[in-house]
Antibody
Framework: QVQLVQSGSEVKNPGSSVKVSCQVSGGSLSTYTFAWVRQAPGRGLEWVGRIIPILALTDYTQKFQGRITLTADKSTGTAYMTLSRLESEDTAMYYC??????????WGQGTLVTVSS | EIVLTQSPGTLSLSPGERATLSCRASQSVSSDSLSWYQQKPGQAPTLLLYGASRRAPDIPDRFSGGGSGTDFTLTISRLEPEDFAVYYCLHYGTPGTFGQGTKVEVK
């Protein structure tokens, strides 16, 4: 059973960056595709981006272009999401998730990122 | 980018009733790329259906899905107490997009 374990909550100042990690256990990171999804408090799900580690391919929603970087470290089996130039509107729960059969089949527990001065 | 519109925003029903949720795409999409998720408060979402109509492992058969092109539906044949939650559709695309969600609440 593949499990995704994310890093802990973060509190960041506006204008700074945050890096969230997603450790894969029970499987090889290289064989999977990962999506990142966020959810602002009381709001719906928002697709952020995707990384295919074995192809070193990434895909981002346009609104995050230029601010987001998705990476993967095959040696440690960890995927990362870095979001820069943070604004208060970026306060949200960030989920990493595994894709398969053109759907999201597994979700991490979520990482709460709070942007506040 | 595909836009998914879910309706209604809120569905007020009683246990035992049938729930029909709609997900409409701004342009035709492949059925293989449409999936449905359930989310309960304080929890991560869980996959219910993929390929528009295929149930994920361990999902009860009271959940069913259908549709094609731009119109897709999720049906819960008889609501159980644990089914009251928020439901999202997702288009697996480049990029992916979620609908805004339908809340199924107790009437």
């Amino acid at each position: 059973q593949v499990q995704l374990v994310q890093s802990g909550s973060e509190v960041k100042n506006p204008g700074s960056s945050v890096k969230v990690s997603c450790q894969v256990s029970g499987g090889s990171l290289s064989t999977y595709t990962f999506a990142w999804v966020r959810q602002a408090p009381g709001r719906g799900l928002e697709w952020v981006g995707r990384i295919i580690p074995i192809l070193a391919l990434t895909d981002y929603t346009q609104k995050f272009q230029g601010r987001i970087t998705l990476t993967a470290d095959k040696s440690t089996g960890t995927a990362y999401m870095t979001l820069s130039r943070l604004e208060s509107e970026d306060t949200a729960m960030y989920y990493c998730a595994r894709e398969e059969a053109r759907a999201i089949v597994e979700w991490g527990q979520g990482t709460l990122v709070t942007v506040s001065s | 980018e595909i836009v998914l519109t879910q309706s209604p925003g809120t569905l007020s029903l009683s246990p035992g009733e049938r729930a029909t949720l709609s997900c409409r795409a701004s342009q035709s999409v492949s059925s293989d790329s449409l999936s449905w998720y359930q989310q309960k408060p304080g929890q991560a979402p869980t996959l219910l259906l993929y390929g528009a109509s295929r149930r994920a492992p361990d999902i009860p058969d009271r959940f069913s899905g259908g549709g094609s092109g731009t119109d897709f539906t999720l049906t819960i044949s008889r609501l159980e107490p644990e089914d009251f939650a928020v439901y999202y559709c997702l288009h697996y695309g480049t990029p992916g997009t979620f609908g805004q969600g339908t809340k199924v609440e107790v009437k």
